[in-house]
């Protein structure tokens, strides 16, 4: 037991090692990205004094492929939405307001039996009263 705890000790620091160097790699990716550009670049990656600004076509140049999938994609779904008013709620009314129709009339048909029902029984009640 006192091993594997020394074992998983030993692969977290390891890994936090291996974290820290590719925080670092992809830090200077980031600086010499933003160099190409003619961007100043700071220690720590960050943008330093630039004053021109990386264009959106740069800009999906630096978007990973999956990423640029996936805003494509949202995009589409936007226009889609917007070029049709209506929400998936209103799509879906008609088939509502036939379901409401159809339940309407089951509960009147059932509020009919009820009260012949009702009649029936109390009509049982009275020629039993009038029996006794």
Excluded at 39 to 55: A, H, L, N, R, W
């Amino acid at each position: 037991m006192q091993e594997k705890l020394q074992y998983l000790q030993r692969e977290k620091e390891r890994l936090i090692i291996e974290r820290d160097s590719l925080k670092e790699v992809n830090e200077e990716l980031k600086c010499t990205q933003l160099q190409m550009n003619n961007q100043k670049c700071g220690p720590d990656g960050d943008v330093v004094d630039s004053p021109e600004t990386i264009t959106e076509a740069e800009s999906v140049e630096i978007v990973p492929p999956k990423i640029k999938e996936k805003i494509l994609r949202l995009q589409h779904e936007n226009k889609m939405l917007k070029m049709n008013p209506r929400g998936p709620d209103e799509e879906q009314a008609p088939a509502l307001r036939a379901m409401i129709e159809d339940m309407d009339q089951h509960l009147k048909t059932l509020q009919t039996e009820n009260r012949s029902v009702v009649i029936i029984d109390l009509y049982c009640i009275s020629t039993c009263r009038s029996s006794i």
